[in-house]
């Protein structure tokens, strides 16, 4: 059996990958890393799984990380964990920097000195900047970050191949579009709407709402992740995308059309500092090397994330009663 130690497995992201990867491989062991965090929850993922370790760790803890190698044989190492709200890199941006730049930089050292197999840095589109109305990022676009949040990214990505290059360590990237799905923390864009839409709330929109994004649902990215886990060319960067550009706007129409609320309850705010105006991505690498493509468009996933949320009430309920509820509304202050 190998053995594949996820950083933010309560994240999102992770989270989802996690119990798609128990699910469907059964010999793959996780061991999970995760300093719970705002943004994560262990009640992402059910208890007494099997094949699963976890250790609560902040990976800018060097020696704390370097206690887990130690004590467990790891093949590949994947790593989620990151401060990923564009607007709170805005408000505290060295946060950004200790987490996505120190933090992945311990990460590689520690894997180096233990010779894992494979590390793949899970990235994001951000990094290539923006775009305008034609055109697509490819792998071979010039990395333009405009926050610092993308630019911490690009950081990380840039230290990621430097040991490739470096020390021929085994490393990959993924850079991936807009993600949406279940366990989504409530201050990005759907679950926001969906949530506020629910309580009858106003629901803030940017500028003219008419900024664009590809959007995929979290389960093709994860199947993304593993194709390039498994059959990925070490020194490599794979976009994955949704095939799914969508104005901000449109989506939060489609919603309160499903949810039969009234678009009244939208609020147009000053628009956010750097902010881009569109990405779209060109995925072609990955298919043609390993046959993905989404499977879920727009609208199914759209529908089965509105209906996730419907349905576990009290996940992002008793989120919404905690720490974040602070948090949530100095976000609204600073829209």
């Given at each position: 059996?190998?053995?594949c130690?996820?950083?933010?497995?309560f994240?999102?992201?992770?989270?989802?990958?996690?119990?798609?990867?128990?699910?469907?491989r059964?010999?793959?062991?996780i061991?999970?890393?995760d300093?719970?965090t705002?943004?994560?929850?262990?009640?992402?993922?059910?208890?007494?799984?099997?094949?699963?370790?976890?250790?609560k760790?902040?990976?800018a803890?060097?020696?704390?990380?370097?206690?887990?190698?130690?004590?467990?044989?790891?093949?590949?190492?994947?790593?989620?964990?990151?401060e990923?709200?564009?607007d709170?890199?805005?408000?505290?941006?060295?946060?950004?920097?200790?987490?996505?730049?120190?933090?992945?930089?311990?990460?590689?050292?520690?894997?180096?000195k233990h010779?894992v197999?494979?590390?793949?840095?899970?990235?994001t589109?951000?990094?290539?900047?923006?775009?305008?109305?034609?055109?697509?990022?490819?792998?071979?676009t010039?990395l333009?970050?405009?926050?610092?949040?993308?630019a911490?990214?690009?950081?990380?990505?840039?230290l990621?191949?430097?040991?490739?290059?470096t020390?021929d360590?085994?490393?990959?990237?993924?850079?991936?579009?807009?993600n949406?799905?279940?366990?989504?923390?409530?201050?990005?864009l759907?679950?926001?709407?969906?949530i506020?839409?629910?309580?009858?709330?106003?629901i803030?929109l940017?500028?003219?709402?008419?900024?664009?994004?590809?959007?995929?649902?979290?389960?093709d990215?994860?199947?993304?992740?593993?194709?390039?886990?498994?059959?990925?060319?070490?020194?490599e960067?794979y976009?994955?995308?949704?095939?799914?550009?969508?104005e901000?706007?449109?989506?939060?129409?489609?919603i309160?059309?499903?949810?039969?609320?009234p678009?009244?309850?939208?609020?147009?705010v000053?628009?956010?500092?750097?902010?881009d105006?569109?990405?779209?991505?060109?995925?072609?690498?990955i298919?043609?090397?390993?046959?993905f493509?989404?499977?879920?468009?727009?609208?199914?996933?759209?529908?089965?994330?509105?209906?996730?949320?419907?349905?576990?009430e009290?996940?992002?309920?008793?989120?919404?009663?905690?720490?974040?509820?602070?948090y949530?509304?100095?976000?609204?202050?600073?829209?």
């Open positions: 059996m190998k053995t130690l996820i950083t933010g497995g994240g999102f992201i992770g989270s989802n990958f996690i119990l798609y990867i128990l699910k469907e059964k010999d793959i062991a061991i999970n890393i300093d719970i705002y943004a994560a929850s262990p009640k992402n993922l059910p208890d007494n799984l099997a094949n699963y370790k976890f250790y760790i902040n990976i803890d060097k020696p704390a990380l370097s206690e887990v190698f130690d004590n467990n044989e790891i093949d590949y190492v994947v790593n989620f964990a990151a990923s709200h564009v709170r890199s805005i408000i505290s941006p060295g946060v950004f920097i200790k987490t996505n730049v120190e933090g992945t930089l311990n990460l590689l050292e520690v894997s180096l010779s197999k494979r590390f793949l840095q899970i990235s589109d951000e990094v290539y900047g923006s775009l305008g109305k034609e055109g697509k990022f490819s792998e071979k010039p333009s970050p405009r926050s610092p949040y993308s911490s990214k690009a950081a990380a990505d840039m990621v191949m430097s040991f490739f290059h020390y360590m085994p490393v990959l990237i993924s850079r991936c579009s807009n949406y799905g279940p366990y989504q923390f409530p201050e990005k759907i679950p926001l709407v969906v506020n839409a629910l309580n009858n709330k106003n803030p940017y500028g003219d709402g008419k900024n664009i994004r590809d959007w995929i649902y979290v389960l990215h994860v199947k993304g992740i593993c194709a390039i886990l498994e059959n990925g060319k070490a020194g960067v976009n994955i995308g949704g095939d799914s550009e969508m901000n706007e449109e989506i939060i129409k489609y309160l059309n499903k949810l039969g609320k678009f009244s309850l939208v609020k147009y000053k628009d956010r500092p750097g902010h105006k569109r990405y779209a991505m060109d995925f072609t690498k298919t043609k090397e390993m046959g493509f989404p499977v879920y468009d727009i609208e199914k996933g759209l529908d089965l994330t509105i209906n996730w949320y419907l349905n576990n009290n996940w992002w309920r008793e989120i919404l009663s905690g720490d974040y509820k602070k949530y509304k100095i976000m609204y202050d600073h829209r």
